[in-house]
């Protein structure tokens, strides 16, 4: 009884050290010729097209809650100048990557989990490797490395789209200067921001793809195994993806030091 | 030429649950065996342990001086290459047609052109009566398609050794003979070594040159097609003759009250032992034996009525 209930009290400790195992078959198997090509650019191509849209779209109210509360607080202190400046910190920071991280997670992941996981239980997977063929070079390889490409690059739009909501917002509705807003963008954002958000968006994608795979390669059950495996895989890289971007952001303040004058 | 399969002394249990122990037995290379076995004894398990897809726990699957159960990954996947297997669904790639399903091992595996694919491709296709249905994708099939298609891929790449599970599950009585003198037309062809897994008794009786029965977490016995079809033991008899008079009972086996009270009732006498299928072609395959050739040899009386053509195959009595 008591062997049991350290059992179940350890499980999911084993979970995390075969999802780790997972993350180093797959680091193992990126090096293996032949790079399947194909798959890499079918499946950029399949994630940035069900990605983008709810990425931009998600971007530009994300930018504007940013620049209707830091414009009112820094109204409050009275350095309307700085508006734009520390809107831009905020979004390239941090909204950037947590909204490529949640759209990655929630569109892709699931998508990618979901695929996997009706193969698997068609034993499309063990059909696979009995024809000699290796599912993680063969799929998983492509599709992480995809995921990271193009959470990179959903990075970048978010930052754009959301620093010019944040712009249309503060012009439009908080009479900011469009002038001010502009000028006051290097003040305080600096380059290497723009390097720490690309850097969260590539770790954020391998995240999510390395859970997704896992997740959609070991479901078992039947229809139901796939349901519970995107589930599990969407709400599993949520909380990886939140306490890794706490992970790097406070790192990053400590090797980084702030711009000053 | 087809390769022999060793078998020494397999268990497998998932958690604590024992499938089966002491698994030994040697398959023949060049020849058809069918594994048999009740609903649930881990046949399919046993399939998956042979091409590695389940390490088994204690035991080795000697295939060509390679240990199955122990060697590594990359070896598994060279061994692999000697394989066909055909799933129980057929298992094609949902996301390809028929074509490129049955390409796959070949764009893989070979340097061929796609021209030299096409052929073979094509030739597989026409073996298994697909021809014009290569555009067609897994989902828009019937299950016999998909099945017949999923044979196709298996025997593309030439394998030495063929795995097939349930073949006949969900296909019509006129769909499974056709599929079984297929199995005899191919093993008369490519001389391949094959294990077909099933529980239809009319393919089992017919068709392979061994039968083995896995019942109740062990190997009951495995040996040439009349050993088994001429033997008293009360299991093989029970299930080769689909009686409910014997020790397997509707869940698991029975227990020592049922079989008590079964006392009285003498099994039936046994079926008589019908011919083997033979290659349409009517030349005999390498590893075909005379009919009544092992009960000759082994001084057994066949039941009265065996090895008579058009008899009926109706088992029981």
Request: proline share 0%; charged share 0%.
């Given at each position: 009884m008591s062997s049991l209930t350290s059992q179940r009290a350890l499980a999911p400790i084993g979970t995390a050290g075969k999802l780790f195992a997972f993350g180093l078959d797959v680091a193992r198997s990126l090096f293996r010729r032949p790079f399947q090509t194909r798959e890499f650019i079918q499946q950029a191509w399949f994630i940035a097209s069900v990605t983008i849209i709810p990425t931009a779209l998600v971007a530009i109210p994300f930018g504007a809650v940013i620049a209707l509360q830091v414009g009112g607080l820094i109204k409050q202190f009275g350095a309307q100048s700085f508006t734009g400046s520390a809107a831009v910190l905020a979004v390239v920071r941090e909204a950037g990557p947590i909204a490529t991280s949640l759209l990655i997670a929630g569109a892709a992941g699931s998508a990618i989990a979901a695929d996997l996981g009706a193969r698997k239980i068609r034993e499309e997977l063990d059909a696979m490797m009995v024809l000699g063929i290796d599912p993680i070079q063969r799929l998983v390889v492509p599709r992480v490395l995809a995921c990271m490409l193009v959470a990179v690059f959903l990075n970048g739009l978010v930052s754009v789209v959301g620093v010019a909501g944040g712009y249309v917002f503060n012009v439009v509705l908080q009479d900011g200067t469009p002038g001010s807003y502009i000028a006051s963008f290097t003040a305080l954002a600096q380059l290497p921001d723009l390097w720490q958000g690309m850097a969260k968006a590539l770790v954020f994608g391998l995240i999510a793809a390395v859970v997704a795979c896992y997740k959609g390669m070991n479901a078992a059950g039947g229809p139901k195994g796939v349901g519970d495996a995107v589930n599990e895989s969407v709400v599993v890289t949520f909380m990886l993806l939140f306490i890794v971007n706490f992970v790097m952001s406070a790192i990053y303040i400590q090797l980084v030091p702030p711009k000053t004058g | 030429m087809g390769v022999e399969i060793k078998v020494d002394n397999l268990s497998k249990s998932f958690g604590r649950q024992l499938i089966w122990g002491n698994v030994s037995l040697t398959i023949p290379a060049g020849e058809v065996s069918v594994m048999l076995g009740p609903s649930g004894t881990g046949k399919s398990v046993f399939l998956k342990a042979l091409i590695g897809l389940l390490k088994p726990d204690q035991g080795s699957i000697l295939i060509e001086g390679t240990d199955i159960a122990s060697c590594s990954e990359k070896d598994l996947y060279e061994i692999r290459k000697l394989f066909g297997v055909l799933f129980q669904d057929g298992a094609?790639?949902?996301?390809?047609?028929l074509f490129d399903n049955v390409a796959f091992p070949l764009r893989e595996h070979t340097k061929k052109s796609e021209s030299e694919v096409r052929d073979v491709v094509m030739e597989k296709m026409d073996l298994v009566g697909l021809i014009g249905a290569e555009d067609k994708l897994p989902g828009e099939i019937s299950g016999g398609m998909r099945k017949r298609a999923g044979l196709a891929r298996a025997l593309v790449l030439d394998p030495e050794i063929l795995l097939i599970d349930e073949p006949d599950s969900g296909l019509d009585p006129v769909r499974t003979s056709f599929i079984n003198q297929l199995f005899i037309d191919l093993n008369a062809q490519i001389d391949a070594t094959f294990l077909i897994v099933t529980h239809d008794i009319n393919t089992a009786r017919t068709v392979p040159d061994n039968i083995g029965l896995l019942y109740h977490k062990h190997l009951a016995m495995f040996g040439p097609r009349e050993m088994l079809l001429s033997s008293e033991e009360p299991v093989v008899r029970q299930f080769l003759n689909a009686q409910t008079v014997g020790p397997i009972g509707m869940s698991e086996e029975k227990d020592a009250d049922e079989l008590a009270a079964e006392k009285g009732f003498a099994m039936p006498p046994l079926p008589p032992i019908p011919l083997q299928l033979e290659p349409s072609n009517g030349v005999p395959r390498r590893s075909q034996r005379e009919p009544g050739a092992w009960c000759r040899d082994n001084g057994v009386t066949a039941p009265p009525g065996s090895f008579q053509a058009n008899m009926s195959m109706v088992t029981g009595g």
């Open positions: - | 094609m790639f949902g996301s390809m047609n």
